[in-house]
């Protein structure tokens, strides 16, 4: 039982430089988010997928696009990374609009802009 | 804008006392109300949750504590232990997505 799995777990990026994080769930859900955590800021979202093909903004879009190609998927990129991008980035699914509120995280990935 | 309010920021508790986080809420859309636990190097996970027409809700140790009125709620950790020395986090549903309060690290002394 994997999960939600995200890869890389780990990743260090000089300022302009691009990179995709990847999200893989085996649980067949509809529903996928991304948030980033920074300290006293909390879990803020970024963006959601409501299910395959479907991608909307959360409340801080800004600098990163998103696809759901798959329904097992989903995708974050930062095309230009700049230091303030520099958070724990938390991928999280849900089975469908009735269970919205309990949501399943994978384990993170820390990225580092320099 | 932080739509959902939580404090304290951190809190030290003696091992067998009560934790209390509290957090609140202006959006009176919102339709279910989680808390969620989070260890370090790990995703948050679901740890109890209510729904708007409930005042409480216990699991064992863990409570919430509802007040629609006053767009209040919280949890109480009775008989606190050091396992769970964790970060929470409360959160409101609104509109297919979960809004997370800043989070509360707890330390609970042996």
């Known amino acids: 039982n994997a999960g939600v799995t995200q890869t890389p777990k780990f990743r260090v990026l000089k300022t302009g430089q691009s990179m995709t994080l990847l999200c893989a769930q085996d649980m067949n859900h509809e529903y996928m988010y991304w948030y980033r955590q920074d300290p006293g800021m909390g879990l803020r979202l970024i963006h959601y997928?409501?299910?395959?093909?479907?991608?909307a903004k959360g409340e801080v879009p800004d600098g990163y696009n998103v696809s759901r190609l798959k329904k097992q998927n989903f995708l974050l990129g930062l095309e230009s990374a700049a230091p303030s991008q520099t958070s724990v980035y938390f991928c999280?699914?849900?089975?469908?609009?009735?269970?919205?509120?309990?949501?399943?995280f994978g384990e993170g990935s820390r990225l580092t802009v320099l | 804008q932080q739509q959902v309010k939580q404090s304290p920021q951190s809190l030290i508790v003696q091992k067998g006392g009560i934790s209390i986080i509290n957090c609140a809420y202006e959006?009176?859309?919102?339709?279910?109300f989680p808390w969620y636990q989070q260890f370090p190097g790990k995703g948050p996970a679901l740890l109890i949750a209510i729904r708007p027409d409930v005042s409480e809700k216990k699991e064992g140790r863990f409570t919430i504590s509802f007040n629609k009125s006053a767009k209040q709620f919280s949890l109480h950790i009775m008989d606190s232990q050091p396992g769970d020395s964790a970060t929470y986090f409360c959160?409101?549903?609104?509109?297919?997505?979960?809004?997370f309060g800043q989070g509360t690290r707890l330390t609970i002394n042996p």
């Open positions: 997928s409501v299910g395959e093909g479907t991608t």
């Open positions: 999280a699914s849900s089975l469908n609009n009735w269970f919205t509120g309990e949501l399943f």
């Open positions: 959160a409101a549903r609104g509109a297919q997505k979960l809004v």
């Open positions: 959006n009176t859309a919102f339709d279910y």
